[in-house]
């Protein structure tokens, strides 16, 4: 008999501490999931919950983390650091507990006070997560402030959190708000990374007693304010969420236990290679479980192609930290490499055969099938090294997993990589909830969901369609300095989550749309535009898709050119590569998309499809004010400034 903890495996006669968590094993030793509780309502499943996993931590902060693994493991390789000159180094536990006591030593010095607001404003790299937990090790309150946000809107953090103190990456962004420091009273303190202020803070604080540094950290709980993160909004001011020690703890140690083949494959050498922006919970969260189960954990500081293929190979991770949009390029390029060297028919008969295994692999787990036949086996094996060995490379070359969310990434490209070998964990959740509220559980994962909730955690779909959300790891409130502080954020302890969703027999979770961005076309249909939105994004021509259609006869839609995938496109056609905004008018152009929107469109009813579409000049960017720095598209922005394009498109 299996017990209702699953974990990685241990033997079944192992003797268990009382009130701690157990494992579920089979009878083979291999790990067991358990099944979600499901409640139903008029036959339909209306909550869905799963135990926690892991015990709640009752006392102590995330500020002693650092100090427990130098402890535990002093000489083990928790964290890599990339210099200047693009190599990598190891740091020990001993070596990075050394560093976070000398920095927060240095915060105490430049006299910061337990509560304190500190400000991090810069891009992936090693000194956020040393600062991070410096910060805490200080008793202070760390503040992310994304690197390409405005001068307004940093300075809008600033005031709102009240921040003592702020660190910048690079000497432009802090003289950037030198015109404003006169409109924030309480910041006393601008330091810059890249003039090594960091390596001074260090300096800086050698006369401080490391009983100093234990004594503030003595002084923090669970129920301490660890970070208060702005949310970037699509709409409206961003507003500060305030979360916990806690909140994290309950976050990462469920999703450690969860995602074992991520966190805890000792044999396998686990290692995560973050590239996505720190100033997000996603980023942040994966972080800390790192540390927390310490998994090496390397930061890279750029996106663009040249910078972190480098990074990826030189590192080699395990497992990646993604959004959609990345696997969706990833695949693009693939493909658009194979045509372009006169193998795009084994490409898509690879593609073809990676989804046909995928999806048996899913059948087995489920239980709806009996998994990859010898013939879909043997494909498969003839198509890694010609195909899925060269992604694999992309990657870096060891990457097995990826931790994957933002937006649904779609059956297709999600059986595709577990067919290639990457096994992707899907989930969903909100700055609210420290990042994922539901994942795909490695042992049954549902294709094209965002999984079941992450343990501990409570899913309940209101009478309207909305997701809420119930757990420990759901923030304490709202940070509101009017207010005195922290304002609640919950109704009866379930968080309104704004996204609308539909929870299947089994409990699994799908997200149809964002019950703001419902359009009601002018016949009072409603439409949810992200099921098309995120279809036809996936299409190598195409960059970003908005659909429009609120109180109009129909739906229709704006749509931004991919720079690379047209470029491709022309050679392959044989024609000279032009800049994509003089081909919005191009009729060979039009009906190439013009058949992917038709394919789209059999997703879904007659009233929901898209009646006409048109190409804009320029792409959705964050500079422009179009997407959010988690690459969410701001509709209300988009509309005004395309306000004449989409009159056109309802034009007789």
């Not at 927390?292 to 030189?314: C, E, I, M, T």
């Not at 490409?347 to 295994?357: L, M, P, S």
């Not at 999984?451 to 309940?460: A, E, I, Y």
Request: charged share 20%; glycine share 10%; aromatic share 8%.
């Amino acid at each position: 008999m299996s017990t209702p903890y699953p974990n990685a495996p241990v033997s079944s006669g192992a003797p268990v501490p009382s009130g701690a968590p157990v494992f579920a094993t089979d009878y083979d030793g291999h790990p067991v999931l358990v099944e979600p509780e499901i409640r139903r309502l008029d036959g339909a499943v209306r909550e869905v919950s799963v135990p926690p996993f892991a015990p709640p931590v009752t006392h102590g902060s995330l500020a002693d983390l650092p100090f427990e693994n130098a402890e535990a493991a002093p000489g083990a390789i928790v964290l890599s650091r990339r210099l200047p000159d693009g190599r990598w180094t190891d740091v020990t536990a001993a070596r990075f507990a050394e560093q976070v006591l000398a920095v927060a030593r240095g915060l105490i010095a430049e006299g910061l006070q337990p509560g304190d607001r500190i400000a991090v404003m810069a891009r992936t790299r090693y000194e956020w997560t040393l600062l991070d937990f410096a910060a805490w090790a200080a008793g202070l309150v760390t503040v992310p402030v994304y690197p390409t946000s405005s001068v307004f809107q940093t300075r809008w953090i600033l005031h709102d959190s009240g921040a003592v103190a702020l660190i910048t990456e690079t000497v432009g962004q802090a003289s950037a708000l030198g015109p404003e420091l006169q409109h924030l009273p309480d910041l006393r303190h601008v330091w810059v990374m890249d003039k090594e202020h960091v390596e001074r803070l260090a300096e800086a604080g050698a006369h401080i007693p490391d009983g100093e540094v234990a004594v503030r950290r003595g002084m923090l709980g669970p129920d301490t304010l660890a970070t208060l993160i702005y949310t970037s909004g699509t709409t409206g001011r961003p507003k500060g969420c305030a979360l916990s020690h806690g909140n994290f703890f309950a976050e990462v140690d469920n999703a450690i236990e969860l995602l074992y083949p991520v966190f805890k494959a000792r044999d396998d050498e686990p290692s995560v290679l973050l590239f996505l922006p720190m100033s997000h919970v996603f980023g942040r969260m994966v972080a800390i479980a790192c540390v927390r189960a310490r998994v090496r954990l390397g930061h890279a500081p750029s996106l663009a192609a040249q910078d972190l293929l480098p990074d990826l190979a030189a590192f080699q991770p395990t497992c990646l930290l993604t959004i959609p949009y990345m696997l969706e390029k990833v695949y693009n390029s693939a493909r658009a490499k194979a045509e372009a060297g006169g193998r795009v028919a084994v490409f898509d008969r690879a593609a073809a055969v990676a989804q046909r295994y995928g999806e048996a692999v899913e059948a087995r787990q489920t239980g709806t099938g009996n998994g990859p036949g010898r013939a879909l086996k043997t494909q498969r094996a003839f198509y890694d090294p010609l195909v899925y060995r060269r992604i694999r490379a992309a990657m870096g070359g060891r990457v097995r997993y990826a931790i994957c969310g933002g937006s649904p990434l779609g059956r297709r490209l999600a059986a595709f990589y577990a067919g290639a070998g990457i096994e992707i964990f899907e989930g969903y959740g909100l700055t609210e909830t420290t990042a994922a509220s539901t994942v795909t559980p490695p042992l049954k994962p549902r294709l094209g969901t965002v999984g079941w909730p992450l343990p501990g955690t409570r899913v309940r779909i209101a009478a309207d369609g909305e997701i809420l959300i119930a757990g420990d790891h759901v923030l304490r409130g709202y940070w509101d300095p009017q207010a005195g502080g922290v304002v609640p954020a919950t109704r009866d302890g379930w968080l309104p989550t704004g996204d609308i969703g539909e929870l299947d027999d089994e409990g699994y979770l799908t997200i149809t749309g964002r019950k703001k961005e419902l359009l009601i076309t002018a016949g009072g249909k409603s439409v949810a535009p992200a099921p098309l939105e995120n279809w036809l994004r996936q299409h190598p021509l195409i960059s970003q898709v908005m659909l429009v259609g609120d109180a109009r006869p129909y739906v229709a839609a704006l749509i931004t050119l991919d720079r690379d995938g047209i470029t491709h496109w022309r050679q392959m056609i044989g024609k000279h590569p032009v800049p994509p905004e003089l081909l919005v008018d191009d009729p060979e152009l039009t009906a190439v998309l013009q058949r992917a929107v038709d394919e789209a469109n059999k997703l879904v009813s007659r009233p929901e499809s898209i009646r006409r579409f048109t190409l804009l000049p320029v792409d959705f960017t964050e500079a422009a004010g179009h997407l959010t720095p988690s690459m969410k598209l701001r509709r209300d922005h988009i509309l005004r400034d395309f306000a004449a394009q989409v009159e056109t498109l309802y034009e007789r």
